[in-house]
């Protein structure tokens, strides 16, 4: 797996924070900021540091996060998204 590094030292939290909010007002799925967490496969914590800024997601996080957020998460980290694998046979 390729490593994925921020491309500034500190993210957008801005953008991170914005982009979370309005995919968790768009997810009628989930009633509170805990259970979107959830819901991401995260703790609390983890998603409040992250929109927060203190701390970039792991990069396994990332990949969860464009799973159930959609790819649009890599550019709201400012981070590049993996590139595809080709598998020879």
Same mark, same amino acid.
């Given at each position: ?35 979107? %967490?959830?819901? =991401? &496969? ?5 998603? #409040? ?10 990069? /396994?996080?990332?990949?969860?996060? %464009?799973?159930? =957020? &959609? ?5 709201? #980290? ?7 694998i080709?598998?020879? /046979?």
């Open positions: 797996m390729a490593s994925i590094q921020p491309t500034a030292w500190a993210f957008p939290r801005s953008a991170l924070l914005d982009y979370v909010n309005q995919t968790f007002q768009e997810t009628e799925r989930v009633p509170s900021r805990s259970d979107f %967490a959830r819901w =991401l &496969g995260v703790t609390n914590v983890a998603l #409040l540091t992250w929109i927060q800024g203190k701390r970039l997601p792991h990069e /396994v996080h990332i990949e969860q996060l %464009a799973a159930k =957020l &959609g790819p649009e998460v890599y550019q709201a #980290l400012g981070v590049e998204p993996p590139t595809p080709e598998l020879v /046979v």
